[in-house]
């Protein structure tokens, strides 16, 4: 633009030649080209950010959606939790509580459980998982080191839970 203006101050009050006309003119197309290529670059920004919007609403409704199953399972985790509607526990979850019981332990490392009920590290870390949901036992806060396994806590529920158990063996 500045380019246009100084050839425009340029040939202020001359008649203009062939060349400078030629360069007025290709100055001029070039410009034109430039506003048609924002035009269409605007466009497409529109088009995008309409896109966004929508994929936007879309995800807000789903996120509307999980909420309310999230807030369900809660409710549902809790009426478990609360209720004491825990009524069978999987076999290798029992048998750790048992174990515990049994040994008169509090807190377990998941590496000695597995040799301790002779199962898989899969099968017992399952269990492990089950018990953390229902409140019977505490993740490691802190997994220090590789290969040595993580340490659980029982609760006050667990504890319960175990003796419950225990009794019935």
């Known amino acids: 633009?500045?380019?246009?203006?100084?050839?425009?101050?340029d040939v202020k009050g001359k008649v203009l030649d062939v060349v400078h006309f030629d360069i007025l003119?290709?100055?001029?197309e070039l410009q034109n080209e430039n506003i048609e290529q924002l035009k269409t670059n605007n466009e497409?920004?529109?088009?995008?950010?309409?896109?966004?919007?929508?994929?936007?609403?879309?995800?807000?409704?789903?996120?509307?959606?999980?909420?309310?199953?999230?807030?369900?399972?809660?409710?549902?985790?809790?009426?478990?939790?609360?209720v004491g509607a825990i009524e069978k526990l999987?076999?290798?979850a029992e048998n750790i509580l048992k174990k515990c019981f049994e040994l008169d332990i509090?807190?377990?490392?998941d590496e000695d459980m597995i040799r301790i009920l002779k199962?898989?590290?899969v099968e017992v870390q399952?269990?492990?998982d089950e018990l953390c949901v229902f409140d019977f036992i505490r993740p490691p806060s802190i997994v220090v080191g590789f290969g040595s396994g993580c340490d659980?806590?029982?609760?006050?529920?667990?504890?319960?839970?175990?003796?419950?158990?225990?009794?019935?063996?």
């Open 126 to 128: 399952s269990a492990i």
């Open 90 to 92: 999987s076999e290798v």
């Open 106 to 109: 509090t807190e377990f490392n």
């Open 152 to 169: 659980y806590d029982l609760t006050p529920s667990g504890k319960k839970k175990a003796l419950d158990i225990g009794k019935k063996a």
């Open 119 to 121: 199962r898989t590290k």
């Open 25 to 28: 003119k290709a100055a001029y």
């Open 44 to 82: 497409a920004f529109k088009e995008n950010n309409n896109l966004l919007k929508e994929k936007t609403s879309v995800l807000e409704k789903e996120n509307v959606v999980l909420k309310q199953n999230v807030s369900k399972l809660e409710t549902e985790l809790s009426g478990l939790r609360g």
């Open 1 to 9: 633009m500045a380019d246009i203006i100084k050839i425009l101050s």
